[in-house]
């Protein structure tokens, strides 16, 4: 699944609730705080680093998530907690790979099980897309 088509994905959906009742007490509500975890990254690149986050290395930005994902990123508004944060953009990321038919081929799922011919993917289709057959993207 392309990166732009995830991060699409998760601007469309960052502030909804999609079905979770995760909202906890003293914690930015959902829709401050994926942006504010976002700002505070940059923030926290141009202080480290002297750059934007994604013009850093990957060795850095990895380190760099890996302190978000650990509670040691600092700062940020009242309420903001950089693990609660990680989780959540990961958690939308991962919903948005699943959720887009490419990752679905990817992961082995053929799509929902419905009557033959009401499938969106059926076996032959998850064969030509497995072979990589003429006219299917590379995954």
């Not at 499938?119 to 006219?135: K, S």
Request: without cysteine; charged residues 30%; aromatic residues 10%.
């Amino acid at each position: 699944v392309p990166a732009e088509v995830l991060a699409g994905f998760l601007d469309a959906n960052f502030d909804r609730q999609l079905g979770r009742g995760d909202e906890r007490m003293g914690l930015l509500p959902r829709a401050e705080l994926i942006p504010a975890g976002f700002r505070l990254l940059e923030e926290e690149a141009a202080k480290r680093h002297g750059s934007g986050f994604a013009e850093l290395a990957e060795e850095q930005q990895d380190a760099m998530l890996g302190d978000a994902e650990g509670g040691r990123l600092k700062g940020g508004p009242a309420g903001f907690d950089a693990t609660e944060w990680f989780q959540r953009v990961r958690d939308l990321l991962l919903l948005g790979y699943g959720s887009d038919p490419r990752g679905m081929v990817e992961m082995g799922f053929p799509g929902p099980s419905y009557e033959t011919g009401h499938v969106w993917l059926d076996e032959f289709e998850v064969a030509r897309r497995a072979e990589r057959a003429p006219g299917y993207e590379v995954l």
